[in-house]
């Protein structure tokens, strides 16, 4: 079975400064990673996925994360925050044997503050 | 491309009722995908239709149940409404899933 963790339900901060938003999950075999980002009454737009090859990957609107195996991580990171940044971030994974469904984790509320 | 679209985008039924959500989903998209998102939580995978037949499904009961269109298109069925059963429904297709999913905007269902 697989697993997401989402370390953080809710991290404040101040606009323009950086910020990390913590994913660790669980699976036996190999994986396929995302960010997806929601915001209020709407569905959910995928930021990057990590797929294979490397494993730094980067995404839409300044947005990069990191695949780390040996700590079964993949942080989030954006160097500088907006207040349009302001949302819902899901980390996902799914799996050749899991049927590719997605995996979701709870959550994390980025809240950035002007 | 013309992006997931879902209707309707809220719905309030009555526990005990049946309810039918709709997805259109983009072009040449061979999977699709429902989920439920109740409030303050992440997604729930309901199931998972690849070329009109089923072949993943969550830990939903049997009252839950879907379709798949040769045109793309997707139902969700929900029989005999509970009032757990309001939360989000979201509908998501892919040309393969290691290539990320397309989420729509989803149906509100709100049961009372």
């Known amino acids: 079975a697989q697993s997401v963790t989402q370390l953080d339900s809710q991290v404040p901060v101040f606009e323009e400064a950086p910020v990390e938003l913590r994913c660790n999950y669980s699976?036996?075999?190999?994986?396929?990673l995302f960010w997806y980002v929601q915001y209020p009454n709407q569905g959910l737009q995928l930021l990057l996925k990590y797929l294979s090859g490397s494993t730094l990957v980067k995404g839409i609107n300044g947005f990069e994360a990191e695949f780390n195996k040996s700590q079964t991580s993949f942080h989030l990171r954006k160097p500088s925050v907006h207040i349009s940044d302001t949302a819902e971030y899901f980390c996902a994974v799914s799996s050749n044997n899991a049927g590719n469904m997605l995996t979701f984790g709870g959550g994390t509320r980025l809240m950035v503050k002007p | 491309e013309t992006g997931v679209t879902q209707s309707p985008t809220h719905l309030i039924k009555t526990r005990g009722q049946q309810v039918t959500l709709r997805c259109s989903s983009q072009s040449g998209h061979n999977t699709v995908s429902w989920y439920q998102q109740a409030l303050g939580q992440g997604p729930q995978f309901i199931f998972q239709y690849y070329r009109e037949e089923e072949n993943g499904r969550g830990n939903f009961p049997p009252r839950f149940s879907g379709l798949q269109f040769p045109n793309y298109s997707s139902e969700l069925n929900v029989n005999a409404l509970e009032l757990d059963d309001s939360a989000l429904y979201l509908c998501?297709?892919?040309?393969?899933?290691?290539?990320?999913?397309?989420f729509g905007s989803g149906t509100r269902l709100t049961v009372v």
């Open positions: 699976s036996s075999v190999s994986v396929y």
């Open positions: 998501a297709s892919s040309v393969g899933a290691n290539y990320g999913y397309t």
